[in-house]
């Protein structure tokens, strides 16, 4: 079973050097429906906007909450996190959508996240580079 000292390195493995946004895609929703150990809910998030006003940011991130023995200890969150070129198609484009925040499945939310303008508008595009990290928060 996955933990969350190993998610990242896991990730990064699956994702095979790409960049390209529909195949992290794909892979980042297999993984953020994986069992972490010691995991009690799946937090997802997916997010974009311009970073320091200038370049746009497309995020995909699977947040956990940590525990030492029963008691609440951190949280992590694992960022799948794509720039672009400033241009003005995207410029404009904002959005943040927790999983943890509808009533729906992982499955209704991921069809939720495919059908809007900022997901959508970011797959005619190459991204400048992808980077995989994880930090505490």
Not at 27 to 36: L, S, T, W
Not at 85 to 97: G, K, N, R, V, Y
Not at 98 to 108: A, Q
Request: a negative charge; one cysteine or more.
């Amino acid at each position: 079973m996955l933990t969350v000292r190993n998610a990242e390195n896991y990730l990064k493995h699956q994702m095979k050097n790409t960049k390209d946004v529909k195949q992290v895609w794909v892979e980042f929703k297999r993984f953020a429906q994986m069992p972490i150990e010691d995991e009690d809910d799946v937090e997802v998030l997916f997010q974009c906007g311009l970073k320091e006003d200038t370049f746009f940011c497309l995020e995909f991130v699977r947040q956990f909450t940590v525990y030492e023995g029963d008691e609440y200890s951190h949280m992590e969150q694992l960022h799948c996190e794509f720039t672009f070129e400033p241009m003005e198609e995207l410029q404009d484009l904002q959005a943040t959508e927790w999983y943890f925040e509808t009533e729906e499945g992982i499955e209704e939310y991921f069809d939720n996240i495919e059908s809007l303008e900022e997901f959508k508008a970011t797959l005619n595009y190459t991204p400048l580079q992808l980077k995989i990290y994880q930090e505490e928060i």
